[in-house]
């Protein structure tokens, strides 16, 4: 059997090497390996961390390596991981962290490359980390300290300053929570809550979503009222949705991005069985996920088929839609805790790139609601060029469309204060949820 540290090693790699992305790359590996509960608690703490901490464990490495050019791409990411585990792990003890390491040099490398790790691995464990006080530009310490990309730490800065965008980074390397929507078409809150704590679940109410469960300890998959289809994995930010969107039931409502289909189902099922949702995809495979998550909730209301959604035009009559929601691909620089892989795969470019295809999707579902309907525009970023600005220069090109300033009313309290007319910006350390980006405009009747 592969040691768990062994299969880190390997899922590091393939993220480092192929720009990969964690989750599918775990998922594949605990499979492969057939891993127990315990090892895979494990080894995605070790992935995770690993790659959240990147900058500040090659921080941490600079002062106990010589010629680090020379030294295997392999070679760095075992001393990453053995370091993480060293620093951010307390169950852990050192000795078997340097043991381990040692082990896995030999067996991938050859005695001098075991004799190096084991050098490093001890020169940390006896001379200690360096801090952070040298540094002393804001924009570097907060980059190296909370391991974000520079350029990415000096753009939040911008918009938001230094105060929020240390807070952001430091939630980013929090573990985030599993959150779920209970499917109050088929039971309640509280029997759900009832029901996973009979199951051995730890199980609390959500935070921000009356109709939300946050999991603290626990699989939920593998329970009987995931399987009966009583909850739907999502973040509590994305609930919101929705509710932005302020269905009747009856209406026809566009999602025009749906995969995986947490929004598609949740307008579903506040359409209490009337009216339908068309959801749309890029890709047929994605298709299959919303039919298939439908399908397990028992909603009969869901009608999903793969389009590109900058087309609709071509398939649907102007007017068609009460509700259209475009939930718009970008760059997920609101879920690095869900993603770490993402903060260190982008470029400031990938920014540019997707504000175009945003502002096409957009644009062309406008003719598809009908007057007096409502067109939601979210993504689960923070980044201003993909929010505000792309619905700023919507409204432009678009006159018969204004924001929607009730969208205040229907959502929970405790988001109020980040409401602006007929926007939300909810950022990571707000109230520990998805950073996400809500704009409601209502088409004139």
């Not at 040691?3 to 594949?28: G, H, P, T, W």
């Not at 901490?53 to 001393?79: C, E």
């Not at 939300?212 to 699989?219: E, F, P």
């Not at 009987?224 to 973040?235: A, L, N, S």
């Amino acid at each position: 059997m592969t040691n768990v540290r062994e299969a880190a090693l390997d899922v590091i790699e393939k993220i480092n090497k192929n720009q990969a992305y964690s989750n599918l790359l775990l998922n594949e590996t605990i499979n492969k390996h057939k891993l127990n509960r315990k090892d895979i608690g494990l080894l995605t703490e070790i992935v995770y961390g690993t790659i959240q901490r990147q900058k500040t464990l090659d921080f941490y490495l600079d002062d106990f390596l010589t010629n680090r050019k020379k030294i295997q791409p392999w070679v760095i990411s075992l001393l990453h991981l053995s370091l993480y585990q060293m620093t951010y792990l307390d169950r852990v003890p050192d000795r078997a962290v340097i043991h381990e390491a040692v082990e896995i040099a030999k067996k991938r490398g050859h005695k001098g490359i075991s004799g190096m790790v084991n050098g490093v691995l001890r020169n940390v464990q006896r001379k200690g980390l360096k801090d952070f006080s040298s540094i002393s530009d804001d924009a570097e310490r907060i980059s190296i300290e909370k391991s974000h990309p520079l350029w990415l730490v000096q753009r939040w800065i911008e918009q938001f300053g230094i105060a929020e965008t240390e807070a952001m980074c430091d939630e980013n390397l929090q573990a985030p929570y599993v959150t779920a929507r209970v499917n109050t078409m088929k039971t309640t809150v509280d029997n759900v809550l009832n029901d996973l704590s009979e199951a051995g679940l730890d199980v609390i109410k959500g935070e921000l979503s009356e109709d939300a469960i946050k999991v603290v300890q626990g699989h939920l998959i593998e329970t009987d009222v995931y399987k009966r289809g009583e909850v739907t994995i999502q973040d509590e930010s994305s609930m919101l949705v929705a509710r932005a969107l302020d269905i009747e039931s009856g209406q026809a409502v566009l999602d025009a991005c749906a995969a995986p289909g947490g929004k598609t189902t949740h307008i579903a099922e506040r359409l209490q069985g009337q009216g339908y949702v068309q959801s749309l995809d890029l890709h047929d495979h994605k298709i299959k996920l919303i039919k298939k998550q439908a399908e397990r909730l028992g909603l009969t209301n869901v009608e999903a088929k793969a389009l590109d959604s900058r087309l609709v035009t071509d398939e649907f009559e102007g007017n068609s839609f009460d509700r259209i929601l475009v939930d718009a691909p970008c760059t997920g620089f609101g879920v690095l805790r869900r993603k770490p892989d993402i903060k260190w795969s982008k470029k400031p470019e990938d920014v540019e790139r997707i504000t175009s295809v945003q502002r096409g999707i957009l644009d062309s579902q406008a003719s598809l609601v009908k007057p007096g309907g409502k067109l939601v525009y979210s993504t689960c970023t923070i980044e201003e060029a993909e929010n505000q600005e792309i619905v700023a220069s919507f409204l432009k090109e678009h006159p018969e469309f204004s924001f929607d300033t009730t969208m205040k009313e229907r959502l929970p309290k405790k988001v109020e204060a980040y409401v602006d007319g007929g926007e939300l910006q909810l950022l990571p350390h707000y109230f520990g949820t998805d950073g996400f980006y809500i704009a409601t405009l209502t088409k004139d009747s």
